[in-house]
């Protein structure tokens, strides 16, 4: 396999938690002689809108993806009139052609967009030395209901959501159903997926949970890079919280986040919070809602690079959801990143795998939405951790190293 027969099928790479899911993955895999390209599926209004972004993105997915790294550029990426579909399908006939005319190769294409199902059945169709993997990486379906602030499908009494909805499932269920394997990023992500199938017995044996892991080369114990952090940002021997990521969905309670930290911080010398996130304005404007003293936060913008330093200069993360569908299936990277550098965490029920896992090893606190945090906080001050344990137990799981054999494995499946 040491020519380029993996083909990446991406949307933008605007967030960084792209970064994680797909460029590093494909980085990774490089270094197993999975020599993949990346094709980036671009809107023209990226060219215009955040054009200094797509090229950093650009750049960054150059120096990581050991193949080509294109773009295809499209009218819009909700294109209802089907220009953008012709344009992707076109250009996958193109690309794919000389596999086919050169002893019919075989080749993957991977991708986590479902919106694009019947174009890949089509092209599986066109081109049978072509095998297709469904990067499986959440509920879009649900995301998209719960975004808009509804729990569950029957309390939509709008008939274009109601649609938009079903629209959105049954090209879930298509991905599933046309693709040779299917990477999960939860056991209960495939559940969800084999419960919206008719076929379920038949189909269970091609998906295959692999976690939204954390690349255990980037994110580890550094002792070192602790002390250098915590000196630069002057937080002496405070008990650090931290939170990275976005804030803008509906799901990341962040309003719980920071009534969780006012709380802990609440006439308390003996802690400070890090926020590192791309919605500064957002996080700001929180801060001064919940009267945080600026002389104990730390709001900043990280490339994704930087992040483990962070980590690293913490003593405890927090991920804080909604109990809803999105994130009983999900699988944030956050969490293994806190986990990989050592970080016991204040989790929210009923996220994906991850909050059952920190529970049965001891590795933080699983809090419910009416969690006592007063208590919560006297608990903290007499709990202690062994990072390096916690590290240890978590790579065993939630690092990338320790999934991509099983993937290496199901590549060779269709490359051999």
Known sequence: MNKTRLIYLSNQLTQTVMDSQVLNWLELIGEKGVISSLIIITPLSYLFKENST??????????????????????RANDRIGLSGFIVALCLLI????????????????????????????????????HIIFDYRGAGAEEFLNNLGFDKISEVDNVKISIEYQRRLKSEIQMVRISDSVFCVSNKLKQYALSNLNEAGRQDVKIIVVPGAADQNMFYVADQTRKRIREKYDVGNKCVLIYTGKLTAKWHKREAIFKLVSVLMDDDEDFFFMCITPDLKLAEKLALEYSLDSSKILIKFSEYKGIPNFLNAADLGIILRDDIMTNRVA??????EYLLTGLPIIISRNIGDYSDF????????VIDDDQDLYLLKNKLKILQFDRHLISKISQEKYSKQSQLDKIYESYRNYLD
């Open 358 to 365: 920190i529970f049965e090893h001891n590795l933080g606190i």
């Open 95 to 130: 690309i794919l052609f000389p596999y086919w005319l050169y002893q019919k190769k075989k080749v993957i294409i991977q991708t986590r967009i479902t919106s694009y199902s019947r174009i890949l059945n089509f092209v599986k169709h066109i081109y049978s030395n072509v």
């Open 331 to 336: 699988s944030p990277t956050k969490v293994p």
């Open 54 to 75: 797509r090229k950093r993105k650009l750049d960054a997915a150059r120096s990581a993806v050991p193949g080509k790294v294109k773009q295809v550029f499209i009218p």
